[in-house]
Nanobody, 127 residues
């Protein structure tokens, strides 16, 4: 059974930092694409960042323009865990953050293309 479990959300002031974690079980990282996707109140799902791990162990990363330069996605293969380091947080970053995984390594920003989702973790940034 594939499970994705997020943690690390919370309440921070504008300009603060948080690190989200997503522990993945029953799903290997290699040649797969994993992403962080968020949903703000009253808004649809927004793709944030993704990472792809290839056979050689190298990874490629992608970011939405709204978070580029502030967020960093990474993974720890030994721990089967993906991270999202979020710095210089803004009130507009407030959302429920989900980690999502798909069998294909092909990049996609469409939430419907992901096969598995976590339960989400709330991030609230106060002004």
């Amino acid at each position: 059974e594939v499970q994705l479990v997020e943690s690390g959300g919370g309440l921070v002031h504008s300009g603060g930092s948080l690190r989200l974690s997503c522990v993945v079980s029953g799903f290997t990282f290699k040649n797969r694409r994993l992403s962080w996707i968020r949903q703000a109140p009253g808004v649809g799902l927004e793709w944030v960042s993704s990472i792809n791990i290839v056979n050689s162990g190298l990874s490629s990363t992608m970011y939405a323009d709204s978070v580029k330069g502030r967020f960093t996605i990474s993974r720890d293969n030994a721990k089967n865990t993906m991270y999202l380091e979020m710095n210089f947080l803004k009130p507009e970053d407030t959302a429920v953050y989900y980690c999502a995984a798909r069998y294909s390594a092909i990049a996609t920003m469409r939430s419907g293309d992901y096969d598995y989702w976590g339960q989400g973790t709330q991030v609230t940034v106060s002004s």
